[in-house]
């Protein structure tokens, strides 16, 4: 595949993830305006794009095995926590900018969890364990196993967790 | 907000859109090998990641009302189908890359259709009416109040639907 048809396929690949995130944040306002109907829109169109986005992406590249998606993944939060979010830190800090600096700095701290999640969940497969996962709406911390009562990066209270609950085994 | 921190946020924004369609996709490659496990982790962290997004989205600029991200999003519909689509399609048609071009075509369709529908949401607004909605898995196309038989944009059989359904009001 030559550059230009490569380039075509990331720009539809990120548009469209662009696209899903901003229309899913559309979704929450017109949720709390009161309009569920147009927030069921947003979500809908917001889950087209994702398939639009996913298949530029095959066709962009193979997709490799689990095992290999498993350390991608690994690579890239460790680059990520490290380098870019320490980056944007001190960038916040310098312009004294209040609420990007705590989302910079509150992300790294979560990004940096990522890797040890990995780690475990990879280690699930080999002894058949499940998880269960709680994900706090504030910040994106994850917490595995157990609920906790607050969330220790951003202090936010327990109902604003989402749970992702493992079926275990009997 | 100067520029440099403007690129930050935004770069924030635009990597985690990226990381968490990119894992949504390992989600799916998990499922399929077998590792229901793994796919709830790549479905979790995906989640994360959008939290982090939608986030840095929201620091960046004030989100509009949903009358304004309507129009923003009408607006953002008739670039992407009538300008990128197109020409990217061209670059396909060029290489002759049969799998890109029919990703890149089959989106535009999709895209096109997405107009009407924000129309058809805001006069259901308006008339208090409820909407149900149908997406297909393979090409994003998104079907209204009716289950198609089968996709009239890819051909996928109607199995390969998923639903949104509203409530109706009795």
Known sequence: MDEELRNALYKAYVGEA?????????????QQEGYPQMARLFRVIAFSE??????????LKNIGTTEENLKESFESESRVAGVAYNDFMKIALERGD???ELHFSQSRDVEEGHETLYKNALQGVIQDRTSSYYVCKVCGYVAE??????????GAPQNQFVSFEGERPG
């Open 18 to 30: 662009k696209a899903a995130l901003r229309l899913k944040v559309f979704a929450d306002v017109a």
């Open 50 to 59: 994702e398939i639009h986005g996913a298949r530029a992406l095959k066709v």
């Open 98 to 100: 209040k609420a990007a």
């Open 145 to 154: 196993d157990a609920l906790p009562e607050s969330c220790p990066v951003c």
